[in-house]
C-alpha cells in the first residue's frame, strides 16, 4: 500500500542556517503530495502542497518540489528561525483514495 | 470565519466505557475526515463523511464509529474504551468530492484512557 517516509528527528539547526527534510513515498499513479505543520499546543496547519510531478509547492520561505523519479518531496528552507521550531509532517493522498497517509512526523529545534 | 471545531479538548474515560467526539467543518466544507495521532506518531486515518454516509474507511475495528449530520457536522463515537485508545484525535473538513484536496484540521481531542 501506500506509504510516506521521512527523516527522523530532532533536526536541530542554529537560527539561519539551511534546512532540509527529506521525504520519500511509495504510491500507485500520481498522488498529491502535502507538508502540514504542527506548532507546540496548535492543531495541523498545511504547509504547502504539490499535485503533479515537477511542481514546486512554496509557503513562508519553505519550498518542495515533487520529484517523480526520485518519488520524493523533500522540505527545504534557505534561512531557519526560531519561530519555525515545529513538527513538520509529509503526507499524500493518493488516487481513488480519500484519506491523508502520513510520515512520521520530523521535529525540529530552531537554535537562537 | 471559524476554522474547524473540536470539543471536548480534554477527556479522561475509563476503560470499557464509551465515549463521543464532536467536530464542526470549516464554512463552506461538506467532507469531514477523523484521524488518530498518538503520541510521536503521524496521524492514522479513521474515516470519512460525506452526504452523510462513511465514504471510506482506514484499519479501525468496528468499536470506532461515526456520523456526518445534514449541517456537516459530525460525531466519532469509540464504544468499550481500551488504554491503547489513548490518542489525540484529529478532525478535519475539507470540500467536494475528490481526493487529493485541501484538509483543514482542528486542534484535536486529547483522550486519557485510564
Known amino acids: 500500500g501506500d506509504s510516506v517516509t521521512q527523516m527522523e528527528g530532532p533536526v536541530t539547526l542554529s537560527e539561519e542556517a539551511f534546512l532540509t527534510i527529506n521525504c520519500t513515498y511509495t504510491?500507485?499513479?500520481?498522488?498529491?503530495l502535502f507538508w502540514y505543520v504542527q506548532y507546540p499546543g496548535e492543531g495541523l496547519q498545511l504547509l504547502l502542497k504539490?499535485?503533479?510531478a515537477d511542481d514546486k509547492g512554496s509557503n513562508k520561505g519553505f519550498e518542495a518540489t515533487y520529484r517523480k523519479e526520485t518519488t520524493s518531496f523533500h522540505l527545504e528552507k534557505g534561512s531557519v528561525q526560531v519561530s519555525d521550531s515545529a513538527v513538520y509532517f509529509c503526507?499524500?493522498?493518493?488516487?481513488?483514495?480519500?484519506?491523508?497517509?502520513w510520515g512520521a512526523g520530523t521535529k525540529l529545534i530552531i537554535k537562537p | 470565519d471559524a476554522g474547524v471545531t473540536q470539543s471536548p479538548t480534554h477527556l479522561i474515560k475509563t476503560r470499557g466505557q464509551q465515549v463521543t467526539l464532536r467536530c464542526s467543518p470549516k464554512?463552506?466544507?461538506?467532507?469531514v475526515s477523523w484521524y488518530q495521532q498518538a503520541l510521536g506518531q503521524g496521524p492514522q486515518f479513521i474515516f470519512q463523511?460525506?452526504?452523510?454516509?462513511?465514504?471510506q474507511r482506514g484499519n479501525f475495528p468496528d468499536r470506532f464509529s461515526g456520523h456526518q449530520f445534514p449541517n456537516y457536522s459530525s460525531e466519532l463515537n469509540v464504544n468499550a474504551l481500551l488504554l491503547g485508545d489513548s490518542a489525540l484525535y484529529l478532525c478535519?473538513?475539507?470540500f467536494g468530492a475528490g481526493w487529493g484536496t485541501e484538509a483543514f484540521f482542528g486542534q484535536g481531542t486529547r483522550l486519557t484512557v485510564v
Open positions: 478535519a473538513s475539507s
Open positions: 464554512s463552506g466544507h461538506d467532507t
Open positions: 504539490a499535485t503533479k
Open positions: 503526507a499524500l493522498s493518493g488516487d481513488s483514495n480519500y484519506q491523508l497517509i
Open positions: 504510491a500507485t499513479g500520481y498522488p498529491s
Open positions: 463523511y460525506y452526504e452523510e454516509e462513511e465514504r
